[in-house]
């Protein structure tokens, strides 16, 4: 007589399968109305409301720096670059002073794996590989942003839009259309009916339109956050699982194959700190090298863009087509990056290098490892961000 999975103490697999399924689309539906709130929210201010923190007039590197510690705090450059959307979205920020944000946002998700490499530092050596492993993360995204943050202001200044400006915006009008914006899907019909039902629940609290805006926006911000905390945690318990064994069977693969598998994962759990921070203890136990887990890395950065695209697509208005060239700049810089610094076989080990040093000062002194993480993710970009902010 054969037993039931139901019978064994838990629902069967398929039907676990299509409950989280359907628990996701729940999620990602209410991550949309969080991303419309906060327009909402932001928009209804006023305009240059936002000028004084991180408006135009907010310096391309401390606009980079912002971009850092929002990441770093968070946790998630999902939520940073939706956020970033959102506010480019309501119109109060340009496109040109988010791109440095943008950057900023995939360095600081870097952070994620490096921290958990110090879970390691009990064994020197399995400690070596798993910080080489995090930091080659780290290094290929600082490299990235330090060639193609001066390309992106120079172009500007010569041309007076920047490189990923540009071409993010040609991609824009391209598949929107000029009357992308304007159109009236039945999804954006439910997305605003959610989105008045936050407004009048927040109209409730408050009579102050000002106040009603603020709150608004917190709101937003709020759904942001426990939503994609959510489909992260829904998406993991049915991807972890088999995580690993499908990273071990394409990691022999070769490079393409390596950022194809990084790339779907990512989409697939909807966090990039999740699928490399997976790597990590599979280096430490020798079981990968920091090469093989690079095009996972790339795969990972890529993949991530597509939340800040899918927040794009519910942005009406206005600003609706600067939303999507913003979330646009976010897949161009880390395609940009990797034809860089990976499509050309002598720059292709530069970050691994670098990573491999990093972890061998590391290895010896496990108190430069913390600092390592302390200084350049945190301490020195709030330094940096309040003091010229005061001054």
Same mark, same amino acid.
């Given at each position: 007589?054969? @037993?039931?999975?139901?019978? @064994?103490?838990?629902?069967? %697999? !398929?039907?676990?399968?299509?409950?989280?399924?359907? /628990?996701?689309?729940?999620?990602?539906?209410?991550?949309?109305?969080?991303?419309? @709130?906060? &327009?909402?929210?932001?928009?209804?201010?006023?305009?240059?409301?936002?000028?004084?923190?991180?408006?135009?007039?907010?310096?391309?590197?401390?606009?980079?720096?912002?971009?850092?510690?929002?990441?770093?705090?968070?946790?998630?450059?999902?939520?940073?670059?939706?956020?970033?959307?959102?506010?480019? *979205?309501? *119109?109060?920020?340009?496109?040109?002073?988010?791109?440095?944000?943008?950057? =900023?946002?995939?360095?600081?998700?870097?952070?994620?794996?490096?921290?958990?490499?110090?879970?390691?530092?009990?064994?020197?050596?399995? +400690?070596? !590989?798993?910080?080489? &492993?995090?930091?080659?993360?780290? +290094?290929?995204?600082?490299?990235?942003?330090?060639?193609?943050?001066?390309?992106?202001?120079?172009? !500007?200044?010569?041309?007076? %839009?920047?490189?990923?400006?540009?071409?993010?915006?040609?991609? /824009?009008?391209?598949?929107?259309?000029?009357?992308?914006?304007?159109?009236?899907?039945?999804?954006?019909?439910?997305?605003?009916?959610?989105?008045?039902?936050?407004?009048?629940?927040?109209?409730?609290?408050?009579?102050?339109?000002?106040?009603?805006?603020?709150?608004?926006?917190?709101?937003?911000?709020?759904?942001?956050?426990?939503?994609? &905390?959510?489909?992260?945690?829904?998406? %993991?318990?049915?991807?972890? @699982?088999?995580?690993?064994?499908?990273?071990?069977? +394409?990691?022999?693969?070769?490079?393409?194959?390596?950022?194809?598998?990084?790339?779907?994962?990512?989409?697939?759990?909807?966090?990039?700190?999740?699928?490399?921070?997976?790597?990590?203890?599979?280096?430490?136990? =020798?079981?990968?090298?920091?090469?093989?887990?690079?095009?996972?890395?790339?795969?990972?950065?890529?993949?991530?863009?597509?939340?800040?695209?899918? /927040?794009?697509?519910?942005?009406?208005?206005?600003?609706?087509?600067? &939303? %999507?060239?913003?979330?646009?700049?976010?897949?161009?810089?880390?395609?940009?990056?990797?034809?860089?610094?990976?499509?050309?076989?002598?720059? !292709?080990?530069?970050?691994?290098?670098?990573?491999?040093?990093?972890?061998?000062?590391?290895?010896?002194?496990?108190?430069?490892?913390? /600092?390592?993480?302390?200084?350049? +993710?945190? *301490?020195?970009?709030?330094?940096?961000?309040?003091?010229?902010?005061?001054?």
């Amino acid at each position: 007589m054969t @037993s039931t999975s139901s019978e @064994s103490g838990g629902p069967p %697999r !398929r039907l676990q399968i299509v409950l989280s399924l359907l /628990a996701t689309v729940a999620l990602l539906y209410l991550f949309l109305i969080g991303v419309e @709130s906060l &327009a909402a929210g932001i928009k209804g201010l006023g305009k240059g409301v936002m000028d004084a923190y991180l408006g135009d007039a907010l310096s391309p590197i401390l606009g980079l720096i912002g971009g850092i510690l929002a990441t770093t705090l968070v946790q998630s450059s999902s939520v940073t670059t939706s956020l970033i959307v959102g506010m480019v *979205g309501s *119109g109060q920020l340009s496109v040109a002073s988010a791109v440095p944000m943008i950057m =900023g946002a995939n360095i600081g998700t870097t952070v994620t794996n490096t921290i958990a490499s110090l879970a390691h530092a009990g064994r020197t050596a399995e +400690f070596r !590989r798993a910080f080489a &492993a995090a930091t080659c993360h780290d +290094f290929f995204n600082f490299l990235s942003v330090a060639v193609l943050l001066p390309v992106e202001l120079i172009t !500007r200044a010569i041309f007076g %839009r920047g490189l990923l400006e540009a071409g993010a915006g040609a991609i /824009a009008t391209w598949v929107t259309g000029a009357q992308g914006a304007k159109y009236d899907s039945p999804i954006k019909g439910a997305i605003k009916a959610g989105v008045h039902v936050v407004e009048d629940g927040v109209g409730t609290l408050a009579e102050s339109p000002k106040v009603i805006a603020i709150v608004t926006a917190v709101v937003g911000c709020v759904i942001i956050y426990g939503a994609l &905390a959510g489909i992260v945690r829904t998406m %993991r318990a049915l991807v972890l @699982s088999r995580m690993e064994a499908y990273v071990n069977r +394409f990691l022999g693969s070769g490079g393409p194959v390596g950022i194809v598998v990084g790339l779907v994962l990512t989409v697939m759990v909807q966090s990039s700190s999740i699928t490399t921070s997976v790597m990590v203890p599979l280096a430490g136990a =020798g079981l990968v090298t920091v090469m093989q887990i690079l095009p996972i890395t790339i795969g990972a950065n890529i993949g991530t863009t597509v939340t800040a695209l899918l /927040a794009s697509m519910v942005v009406s208005g206005e600003a609706a087509m600067a &939303a %999507r060239q913003i979330a646009l700049v976010h897949l161009l810089f880390n395609l940009a990056g990797t034809l860089i610094w990976y499509a050309p076989p002598p720059l !292709r080990m530069t970050s691994v290098r670098l990573a491999h040093r990093l972890a061998a000062i590391a290895a010896r002194s496990k108190k430069a490892a913390v /600092a390592y993480v302390l200084l350049i +993710f945190y *301490g020195l970009p709030a330094l940096i961000f309040f003091v010229s902010r005061a001054f």
